[in-house]
Each structure stands twice: as structure tokens, then as C-alpha cells.
């Protein structure tokens, strides 16, 4: 049983002197890469005003990911997930120094730019499947869906703090500084990750060969069938129900005839929702009955979109977001808790990487092929056939995850 009064699960997890270090590090890493994603479109859009070249911003932050992803993990499995992570933490520092000093010199262009965004998101290949790892070195095993949960509401909480930050610092203070303050938070992250008072983590004997423990790390993937069930439904989800983000300008545009205010309010719906279910599941803090609760929460997830999809009015698609932001973290938690739970800890970022790959990767390709669709029969039939689509594997998937619930939520 989870204690800490009120707060179960969470008090325990910031018991752990090593969790509140992270937490602090880790809260302001959230806030100012939110910041940092504002400053880079609005000045990609004072150079060139073109979406072509918003879109290249995103595509060059994220598409490192996909590819050195899994690499990523290698590495850190190899070296250690602190040393990766504070490593990466501070690369990305001095690269926000640099581009804060080409900003205020007035002595960037958007080449230059869209350089540093790319080396910023290779860095990030290396820094996330460490972060991620590094979680289930900080407390007790038995609160670690806590302490997941908490990573996940202090993303979702930076989500709306960040934005905010970023504006007042970009209209009142000058872009220069929003760089500035992102490249501050970076060292700050860095620093909290030195201060953690962890034991050496343990390294395999084994001559490092990168390609080689890449190919291990996918065969035990593979070869676990709790992970791959997990991994499997993340798939599911990622593929057909998160593309409904890409898809939020048109439904506020051709569905409910708002302008920008229209989109606020349902990011606002989707990001409140999400941030409750973290701290649910944070608050919750026990490892038993999660495989149930994923389950149901990704049902009510993908009923959640196809309801938002089907509804003409912004208040009920607003009552449908908060339903599926809530459900959508909850059941990401869930399935996280579970496979940093079950993975064995020397292959821990390696799986951990290929998770965060088919995050990154499936929404993508999702996008592309409802938003094809949605040109001809416009864009609440795809999402809401998308839905229905995830549901019936859903149901395919929910045996065979439910026969490994035993094995995955045990409290080794």
C-alpha cells in the first residue's frame, strides 16, 4: 500500500533524496526546452516566413531520434546512463550558448540555424534513452510507476508553463534571451545529474561492438513477450490515435470555423487531461493492477478520440481531448512502469530507445496517410476510422498482453 497521506505514491517517490535532485533538474530541463521549441519557430518564421522551413525545423529536431535513437541506447547500456545524460545535457548547453551569441549578434540565418537544430537533435539521441533509464536508478522499485508518472505530469506541466515563459521572454525581453534561458536550464539539468549519489553502474565485460549489442537488445525485445506485447499496443497507439494532434488546425479551421484561440482550447483540454493522469498514476504508486489499467485506459483513449472526431461542437471535443489526454499518459505510464520493470537492467536503454523510436517515428507516418485521406473526405472521417481501427487491435493485443500481467508487474 502506497502511504504519504494524501499524496501516496508520489511522497514516497520524492523520499528518495536522489528522485528530488532529478525532479528539480530535470522540471527545469522541461520548461526551458518548451521554451527553447518557441524561440526557434518564431525566429524560423522572422527569417523566412515560410511553413516550409517550419517544417524543416521539426523534421531536423526530431528525425535524429529515429536514427540514432537505438544507438543511443548502445551507448548508454555501454558507458553508463548518468555519464551519457549529463554528458548530453551539457553538449546541449553549449549549444544553446552558441546559438544565444549568434541571436544577439545578429549573426544567424536560418541554414546556421537549421545546423544547430540538428546537431541539437542528434544530442537528443543520446540524452533520452538515458534520461529515461536513469529513473529506475532513483527509488525503490516498488514506487517506480510513481515516479514515472511524475516525469510524465512535469512534461505535460511544462507543456503549459514553458509556452508561456518563452512569450513573455520573446515580446518583452528579446529572443536572444529565450535561447539564453534555455542554454541556463541545460547546465542546471546537467549539474543536478552530477549531484546524483548513485552506485557504479554495472558494465558488461564484453568488448563493445555497436552493431552487435544493437541486434541483441532487438532479439530480446523480441524474444520477451511481455515487452513486445507493450511495445506492440505503443505501436497501435502511436500509429493510428496520436495523429490527431498533426490534425488539430484543421479541425479548428473546417470543423468548429475558430482561429488560433480555437486550437488553444483544445491543446489546453488534451495537455490538462494528461497531466491529471500522470499524477494519478504517480499518486497511485504500485506496480499490481497496471497491465488492467492500461487496458482500460487505452480504451477509453481511443473512444475518447473517435468521439472528438465525431463532434461538431468545440465544447464536447474539448469534454473528448481531456478524456483521451487523460487516458493517452495513463496508459503511456502504465506501459513504461512495465517495461522498465520486466527489462533486464544492462539492456534497459537499448529497449527503452526502441520505445522512444516508435514514439517519435509512428505518428509521422499516421499523419501522412490521414492527412492524405482527409483531402478528399475531409478530416473527422480518417481519425475517427483511424479510432475504430485501433480499437479492433486493441482487442486482437488484449489477450495476449493480459496473459503476461503476472510476470511484468511483479516487484522484483
Known sequence: MAGGGGFGGIARAFESRNFRVYFIGNFIHTITVWVNRMAIAWLTWQLTHSTFWLGVMAAANMLPTIILGPIGGVTADRFGHRFQL???????????LLLTILVAMDAIDVYWMAFLVLLTGIIRSFNVPARTSLVSNLVDRKYLSSAIGINSASFHGGNFIGPVIGGVLINYFGISLAFLAYAAGEFIAATSFLLLQLPPQHRSGKRFRLFSDLAEGVRYTWNHAGILSVLALTMVTALFVHPYIEMLPA??????HMDAAGLAYLTAATGGGAMIGGLWIARRGRLDGLVRIQLVTLTLAYCGIFGFAASNTMPVAMVFLCIAGFSLVSAQTCASTLIQNAVDPSLRARVVSLNGVIIVSMPAFGA??????????????????????????LVFLAGKTWRHARAREVER
Open 251 to 256: 479541425f479548428v479551421s473546417k470543423v468548429y
Open 86 to 96: 549529463m554528458t548530453a545535457t551539457y553538449a546541449g548547453g553549449v549549444l544553446a
Open 368 to 393: 501522412i496517410a490521414i492527412g492524405l485521406i482527409a483531402e478528399y473526405v475531409g478530416v473527422q472521417i480518417p481519425v475517427m476510422i483511424a479510432a475504430a481501427i485501433a480499437v479492433a487491435f
